[in-house]
T-cell receptor, first 110, second 112 residues
Framework: NAGVTQTPKFQVLKTGQSMTLQCAQD?????MSWYRQDPGMGLRLIHY???????DQGEVPNGYNVSRSTTEDFPLRLLSAAPSQTSVYFC?????????FGPGTRLLVL | GDSVTQMEGPVTLSEEAFLTINCTYT??????LFWYVQYPGEGLQLLLK?????DKGSNKGFEATYRKETTSFHLEKGSVQVSDSAVYFC???????????FGKGTRLSVIA
């Protein structure tokens, strides 16, 4: 099992550009989520999904879109990047209350 | 809403010292409690968990006891190693597969 994979590992964007952060898991977990990690702020939930076709907002959803067309994939879209979205992004899947995290995507928005 | 408060770091200890990282929570009902660890350059991984009052979670020499009366879940280790240097997060979830609520993290540095 590869677990939870994320691509890219690092990305630089200009303000206003769009991009998609990819997340995939091969553990057949129904629940997946996206977090951002900022210094001194811990992890904050952006969006989550309890299964294919179902998504919901977390604590900081503004500026981000998600979709869940398959159990395996849960991409995070930035439609118009802003410097405030500079962060490290983690995707996770969950089974029986335990969350399994990907290695993260470090995003810099100039 | 639910929240988790953990001691601010950074914490710097000498090898073989005793470690305590305090964690308290505010939640309705009976949450499950977790400690996650993040090693440099990696994602988070589960360290230990406890699902009901008075449960003790343990792993890799770390322990934490679910104390409902004090709403606490303090992380302890009797003798830390340099390899324990990481950021430690306390977290809770209410039931099943619902979003985790994290504390802000505590950075631990262990020096030889």
């Amino acid at each position: 099992n590869a677990g939870v994979t994320q691509t890219p590992k690092f990305q630089v964007l200009k303000t206003g550009q769009s991009m998609t952060l990819q997340c995939a898991q091969d553990m057949n977990h129904e629940y997946m989520s996206w977090y951002r990690q900022d210094p001194g702020m811990g992890l904050r939930l952006i969006h989550y999904s309890v299964g294919a076709g179902i998504t919901d907002q977390g604590e900081v959803p503004n500026g981000y879109n998600v979709s869940r067309s398959t159990t395996e994939d849960f991409p995070l879209r930035l439609l118009s990047a802003a410097p405030s979205q500079t962060s490290v992004y983690f995707c996770a899947s969950s089974y029986q209350e335990t969350q399994y995290f990907g290695p993260g995507t470090r995003l810099l928005v100039l | 809403g639910d929240s988790v408060t953990q001691m601010e770091g950074p914490v710097t200890l000498s090898e073989e010292a005793f470690l305590t990282i305090n964690c308290t929570y505010t939640a309705t009902g009976y949450p499950s409690l977790f400690w996650y660890v993040q090693y440099p350059g990696e994602g988070l991984q589960l360290l230990l968990k406890a699902t009901k009052a008075d449960d003790k979670g343990s792993n890799k020499g770390f322990e934490a006891t679910y104390r409902k009366e004090t709403t606490s879940f303090h992380l302890e280790k009797g003798s830390v190693q340099v390899s324990d240097s990481a950021v430690y997060f306390c977290a809770l979830t209410q039931w099943g597969n619902t979003p985790l609520v994290f504390g802000k993290g505590t950075r631990l540095s262990v020096i030889a």
